[in-house]
């Protein structure tokens, strides 16, 4: 019962790509419900939002496809609580099951897709709105039941294994992955980093940093505060930018003409 | 030149072809799938000529012909952020209709300004989108969440969510009414850019934030015993709060500089984790 109903929370959280890309994919949202099928809903939260943290640099951006989130958050905190174990169990047993689980969705992805693509191409020669339709849906939905039977298959088959592996693994490891759980947010942070640090906006990084450690102001205030501050930065940029602009352009024409002439 | 052949086209069948409120809403909802469907070869390929169907049926019912030709068009490589995809399929929903209704018209500017505009707005929307506001939403919710609170979900999904509802609500009318020719305008008048920085100096801010709150190092090793015990965690606080977080967020910036593999890295945490802990530093 419980594989079947973490089956269909598979399902739907593949949904978000049918949902505007709506996150309900994210371990943070997956785990609320997994807690309510395990019947611990507290520790569901808790440990949804640790993955999250730890998967926070993995999202699809342009042409790279993140490990499976879906299929390691809610086998993660699955496996976690039906095995009372703590909260660095979930993201042990989650970083594996995304990577695995990412093989399978690749194929998908890069041949099962790809051959309805071409056949979409086919109803196209013929006009065929309706199939070029038909053939999105079956590639959508596809992939949402092939998530839901690896999540409810892996439950039904792992969660004793599981559970017995975990006791096996000795207190300082179970103590050294507890550590490791607070570090590994860093690494999805340092990932998004990537994306936008330029040498221009390395300052703010920093600035943020501090506000947090020394004066301890909630991240909902650092928001607040750096949206303002970024609106401030564009208004100096641009005028100061206007200004260079009318130099430039005045300049522009003087050396124009000499090379016309 | 263009009004004669409209007006030769009008003769023809006596009614312009016109795509409605109606339409472009239903457009809307469908690009909520753009990536349902994605792939490898062809990436949103078919998310986009799914979401351009009703306007197609509208334009091109009676045309199979035509219809043909514009379902092969748009299942054409195509890949953006899909939350802004609205301004393309509005804009495309405005040159189809064109298209339709004059016969000179040239049909291969509908795959340029796609191929065109598909770049520049996956630039600004995924710094924006992925980078900064998910970041918001993931702080604002972990935050909560990680203390058990259930208002941390729930807010994580409503922070991210109506900002991008209503953006790709209003591109989807921006791009039908503006056409083409926006885009560039704005790119020329540096919008873009601000637009860009600003969104940057957001996000690494809160990065910062989250590194300094979220990322737990604590070393509890002491030496000496009694009145005399050296805490190496309280002379670490004093030096500065939060040094190691930002030391480990450091050294992993440098190696994913360096090439470093994600996975690699967060094997290399766990075998330090562990064997720190087996030592007893941490």
Known sequence: ?261 | METTSKDKKTQDKNVQKKVTQKDLNKVFWRTLQMEFSWNYERQMNLGFAYAMIPVLKKLYGDNKKKMSKALKRHLGFFNTTPFIVTFITGIVSAMEEQNANDEDFDESSIDTIKASLMGPLAGIGDSFFWGTLRLLATGIGTALAIKGNILGPILFLLVFNIPTIILRWLCNNWGYKLGAGFLQKIQANGMMESLTFGAAILGLMVIGAMTASMVSITIPLKFGTGAETIKIQTILNQIMPGLLPLGAFGIIYWLLNKGAKPLVIIAGIAVISILGAWVGIF
Do not use: W
């Open chain 1, 1 to 261: 019962m419980q594989a079947l109903l973490l089956g269909i929370i598979a399902f739907v959280a593949q949904l978000d790509y049918a949902t505007g890309d709506s996150m309900i994919s994210r371990p943070i949202v997956t785990g609320v419900a997994v807690g309510l099928v395990m019947g611990n809903l507290h520790a569901g939260i808790i440990m949804g939002a640790t993955l999250e943290l730890a998967f926070i640099g993995m999202f699809s951006v342009g042409a790279s496809i993140p490990p499976e989130v879906i299929t390691g958050g809610i086998l993660g905190v699955a496996f976690a609580i039906s095995s009372n174990a703590a909260t660095s169990a979930a993201l042990i047993l989650a970083l594996p099951i995304a990577t695995l689980a990412l093989i399978l969705k690749n194929l998908y992805l890069g041949i099962f897709i790809p051959y309805l693509s071409n056949k979409a191409g086919k109803y196209a020669d013929d006009g065929d709105a309706d199939g070029v339709q038909r053939m999105h849906y079956i590639a959508g939905f596809g992939l949402a039941l092939l998530l839901a039977l690896v999540v409810a298959g892996s439950f039904l088959v792992g969660s004793h294994a599981v559970k017995l592996l975990l006791d096996m693994i000795p207190a300082f490891v179970q103590h050294g992955l507890t550590v490791a759980t607070g570090i590994i947010p860093a690494l999805g942070f340092a990932m998004l980093a990537q994306v936008i640090m330029t040498k221009s906006v390395v300052p703010y990084f920093f600035l943020g940093f501090a506000l947090c450690a020394y004066l301890k102001i909630p991240l909902t205030g650092i928001a607040i505060f750096g949206a303002i501050l970024a609106v401030i930065m564009v208004q100096i940029m641009h005028s100061k930018k206007n200004n260079a602009e009318k130099v430039v352009t005045t300049d522009d024409g003087g050396v124009d003409n000499g090379d016309d002439f």
